[in-house]
């Protein structure tokens, strides 16, 4: 069975850190992986979609950039964070026609 | 993709009573799928209903859509105190899939004990 893993589950970082947030899937190959962000009192916010190794989109400009080096391997990275970059971070993969696999998230709070 | 918006933005029941969320879209859709997520984790799928199909039940779970008011609701029968969650549509257009998935910001169900 399919299997979605991300860690960690809370990072606290300081302004101007550099930022690694990891999600690995198993049991599929070439999934289409995703990550959203979702802010206090706001929505899910995709913010990196990926249907390949190499290939990212971006929905939106951010600080933030990521990364597939492996096909089940999904990278979201900052070389600075902003206190704006605090929210709670979501791995996610699947096929949209049928249904998304969310991972257990993390808790990113910048200080 | 596009985004869908859930109404109400939170519901208070009681346990035992019958919860109804809905959920309005803008564009033509493939399915429309709805999530629960419970407090600081991940988001479950519950349910899938396709363009053409009016209704779908899974357990006490029941999903109308109504492509025509480009709307769908969600029915959740005989509420649990486990049911408190935040849940959330996701439509998704016709032609899309790759780009993902996108959510509002949900509705947050607390169930009264």
């Known amino acids: 069975s399919q299997t979605i893993h991300q860690w960690p589950a809370t990072l606290v970082q300081p302004v101007g850190s550099p930022l690694s947030l990891e999600c690995t899937v198993e049991?599929?190959?070439?999934?289409?992986l995703y990550w959203y962000r979702q802010a206090a009192g706001r929505g899910l916010q995709l913010l990196f979609y990926?249907?390949?190794?190499?290939?990212i989109s971006s929905e939106v400009p951010q600080n933030l950039s990521a990364s597939r080096p492996q096909d089940r391997q999904f990278i979201l990275s900052s070389k600075k964070l902003l206190l704006s970059d605090s929210g709670f971070y979501l791995c996610a993969w699947g096929d949209t026609y049928t249904e998304a696999f969310f991972g257990q998230g993390t808790r990113l709070t910048v200080v | 993709s596009q985004q869908g918006e859930e109404d109400p933005q939170a519901l208070s029941i009681q346990e035992g009573e019958n919860a109804t969320m809905n959920c309005s879209y803008k564009?033509?859709?493939?399915?429309l799928q709805w999530y629960r997520q419970n407090s600081g984790r991940g988001l479950v799928h519950l349910i899938l209903i396709r363009s053409n199909e009016r209704e779908k039940h899974s357990g006490r779970l029941r999903v109308t859509l109504d492509t025509s008011k480009k709307s769908s609701s969600l029915l959740i029968t005989a509420s649990r105190a486990a049911d408190t969650a935040s849940y959330f549509c996701?439509?998704?257009?016709?032609?899309?899939?790759?780009?993902?998935?996108?959510f509002g910001k949900g509705t947050h169900l607390i169930i009264q004990p």
């Open positions: 049991g599929t190959s070439n999934p289409n």
């Open positions: 996701a439509p998704l257009l016709s032609g899309g899939g790759a780009d993902g998935l996108t």
């Open positions: 990926s249907v390949g190794i190499g290939q």
């Open positions: 564009t033509s859709i493939n399915n």
